[in-house]
């Protein structure tokens, strides 16, 4: 008989320990900018991305000719090669390199869910086809944990999970209420995503930081194949 | 000139420390079923209600002639007078009288809310209207804080909340994610809030506790005009 598979919605790092996932692959989330960022490198030829938890942690790096790659506050850190833009993952600047990342939330998603789960995944709008279509084909339960924003709930993170949600219920059997709320708010926003997070406070921030270009090519719908994957400490491309 | 009035959704009480309260008012809910019995039973006349944290501390108050009612995972407590089904706080059995309350997710939250909010209401669909044209009125922040599930998100609570930032929209100015959700959810939901919730994991839930007849009397709108606010250890009538 087939495993009755469940997917579950986590909808902050701060309700992780909630979660028994150690059969389970976990997606982590955070398509505003870290995660889309993870996928755009990995899918334009990044050997691999080091997420750290500290900024401090990346000058460790620093001598083995590593690209570091800083965000807080959805700011770049002063003396840093980059920070969480999609357009510094471009192949010209990240093919056959490795960076060091860490941001506000998706790295510090990354380490909490790397203690436990059997596998961690990376998620985002740019790969979200070829994400689900493997996710099917596992035999096993799947958390999708959704970064945030300083352990509080966003929309857009809450979207995507919905989106995975939406494309992956006929293949699961079991759904919590994270779940449905997900997915309606998702099938409620799909036509327009960009208009809709501008109801957001995310969107207000955002719009502070003049990043409206990143959140455009953020929402873009499978634009890119690779699924990284977590292998140690370096996420890679999972090999089919 | 007016103060600007905002409004937040805590969607567990897992997540309320990332809130600063200590000049807002905190609506507690648990609408399946802990608040809509507060509510019905305050207006019914029950002289106070007082929340406990165990099931063991109800047993402190067997000697004053109080009313104890203590539910886990849903069902009444072994030896206890009641649980938290609304029917068992009508006016018969509980005007002029003072229960002692323990509720899996309800207690648990009113006292996480009292350790810092300015001051803690409790809110339910039987009391929506009379509760917003209250917190309308107080130049006050407003936290709603949903119980949940054991720590975890779940769809009814946030429904209501949903309900009372659509109530309020044109009263205040600053919202939050959850707001955006919640609202979104509850306008999705609310010609058929019955049938939305049985979409849920707490509906399944609910379904084996038997409980219908309880969930269908709490999701009745505004039939009682009381807003049960915490004074001491005890919940009274608010006075306007």
Partial sequence: ????????????????????TKNSIVVVI???????????????????IIPVAQVDDCLAYTTRGFLLAAERNGEVVEGYDFGNSPFSYVTEKISGKTVVLTTTNGTKA????????????????????SLCDWLREQE???????????DNFNLEDTLFAGAVVSELRKDFTHFDDSCV???DLYLLAKDDLRGYLHKSSHSHRLAQLNIEEDVK???QLNICQAIPVLVGDELVLLKN
């Avoid at 087939?2 to 790092?13: A, F, G, N, R, Y």
């Avoid at 990354?110 to 998620?123: D, F, S």
């Fill in 110 to 129: 990354l380490h909490m869910a790397r203690e436990q789960a059997h596998q961690v995944v990376i998620g985002s709008f740019l790969n979200l086809k």
């Fill in 217 to 219: 090519f953020c929402l």
């Fill in 1 to 20: 008989m087939h495993h009755q598979k469940s997917i579950e919605v986590c909808l902050t790092p701060a309700l992780l320990n909630l979660y028994d």
């Fill in 30 to 48: 955070d398509v505003l900018r870290a995660t889309s960022s993870i996928v755009y490198g990995i899918d334009n030829g990044a050997t691999a």
């Fill in 140 to 150: 096993r339960d799947v958390l999708l944990l959704c970064a945030g924003w300083k």
């Fill in 181 to 183: 709320a997900a997915e």
